[in-house]
Nanobody, 117 residues
Framework: QVRFVESGGGLVQPGGSLRLSCAASGITFSIYAMGWYRQAPGKQRELVAA???????NYQDSVKGRFTISRDNAKNTVYLQMNSLKPEDTAVYYC???????????WGQGTQVTVSS
């Protein structure tokens, strides 16, 4: 059974930073592109950042230069370092497979990120 467990969210002031983690189980993690997605209230879930099995990355324009995605295949974990956070980054953040396969598995519980003063 494939499972994703996200953590690291919280309440942060504008301009602050958070580091999200997602532990994957039940898949051969190293061969998959992985992605971080987010869903804000009343909006559709969207892809924020993705990383290939080889470590190449791409980002949604709104987060370029502020967010960094990385992975540790030995720990079956993908990370999202978020800096210079803005109120519009407020959302529930999820991980799943990314790249050409898109989100192929059931979603985890996500982790809430709230950016507010």
């Amino acid at each position: 059974q494939v499972r994703f467990v996200e953590s690291g969210g919280g309440l942060v002031q504008p301009g602050g930073s958070l580091r999200l983690s997602c532990a994957a189980s039940g898949i051969t993690f190293s061969i998959y592109a992985m992605g971080w997605y987010r869903q804000a209230p009343g909006k559709q879930r969207e892809l924020v950042a993705a990383i290939t099995s080889g470590g190449s990355t791409n980002y949604q324009d709104s987060v370029k230069g502020r967010f960094t995605i990385s992975r540790d295949n030995a720990k079956n974990t993908v990370y999202l370092q978020m800096n210079s956070l803005k109120p519009e980054d407020t959302a529930v953040y999820y991980c799943n497979t990314g790249g050409s396969v898109g989100p192929a598995y059931n979603w985890g519980q996500g982790t809430q990120v709230t950016v507010s003063s």
